[in-house]
């Protein structure tokens, strides 16, 4: 599993739950984060880097758990990779598309991602039509720590009465991108599920929040029981804890105390990285 | 000039006020920005690879303009290069020296900056008692253009009401470095200048906000002064606008656009460069 920071381990969480006994390599790319504010160039170039250090560490499955990553470098990726590759964007897409009964979701993210219209794209495919809103202060916010907090809720009260008024350019025109009738509302990073409680009562009633990282968490599980098992494998085995290994670009200290707070689990063995070349 | 963003377009916005037909060359290493949350050992390495590059580019004056990349790498950059260095803390310090009569300051900055407690050591070398604070948010929010707004006011009261406590952690004990004395607040980062004014409603009235920026560009300018001018230089030269010219690791567009609020002049003649190695 791969991403810019710790914001991937809220994937990492959603996946333990679902496939406990499976052998996890984490990497996340702390020394050059954040890709959120990056060129598509710059986010290909990092990620290539960063998924073929993950297969010569064994990889049989690489998972972008990077929505920006996965918005703007997935085929490049794709075609770096010798192993089966899945992202955010495509299971995010499914699920809103799925739980949306009026065809109308509205998207958040970082100003990358929605810049990529990647989401756009993924959900129009499945005939849904799409607002999209970059949300650029939720990352630091989370990060800050500040995830039950009069400020983040003021943010957050900002940015959706933006995304969810009924007009989104000129009180003139209703916009082909109306978001009045959308009835879904989709995750489109991975810090985000922090603050999905806070979302959840901020966000308007009639709203199904939709979280891709359990929508990714969901498509990989479905994907790792397709694998063959090693023949030493035994029920024993799948019962087992995670077994789990971490390799940061930027101190392995940092990495550790942030990373439990979106793992929900203790963060050890984490191994610093260098990925220069 | 070096830094990390666009956050060092202050001290040049300063410095050209002061110096106006000089020849400036500015890097921004924005494929690698934040400094703010990452390891000294990367930081340094990062600061190193774009100092050498400004050299090879006819540099014959470093400003450092970066606090963090100061804070935790300005030995290792003098010892890289091969030209004078000039860094933001100790023209920072020295200015909140001058302006403190109570010999107390406050500080506030990055995480990093803070946490190297580079303006600590400058300032009691002065005999200036310090507490620093970092303030994470203030970067984001600037950049989020939020710059006379609600929720950065909101910010800066939670984040200085702290910084100024009389009671820096238990109420019962007196700390030390017990801040209700403090008569300066020293902004340590560079994209603050942004927010003076903000910075100036919200914190008490009788404190004296030192501007690191404007400090940086005082003692460039004088050390300016001080360099031999090329034979073929005369006045009318002096007069003249000053040259500018732009390096940035990312999108050269995104610079362009970013940066004209912070420099205050527009930014054109911006070159990508990539610094892999």
Redesign the interface.
Known sequence: MFDSGVGGLTVLRALIERIPGANYLYFGD?????YG???AA?VA?YAVDAVRYLQDQGAELLVIACNTATALALDEIKRAASVPVIGVIEPGADAAAKASKKKHAVVIGTEATVASHAYRRALETRNVRVREKAC??F???V??GWIEH??TE??AK?YLAEAFASDFGSPEVRHPDDAGAADVLLLGCTHYPLIKPLLRRVAPAHITIVDSAESTAEEVARQLKLMPRPRSDNSDEIAAPPQLKFFA???AE?FRKMGTRFLGLPVENVVHVDL??
Do not use: C, G, M, N
């Open positions: 702390t020394a050059r984060l954040p504010s990056k060129s710059t170039h650029p202060l990352v630091p916010l990060e800050e009069p400020v003021q943010v900002i670009t930027d101190s940092k220069k070349e």
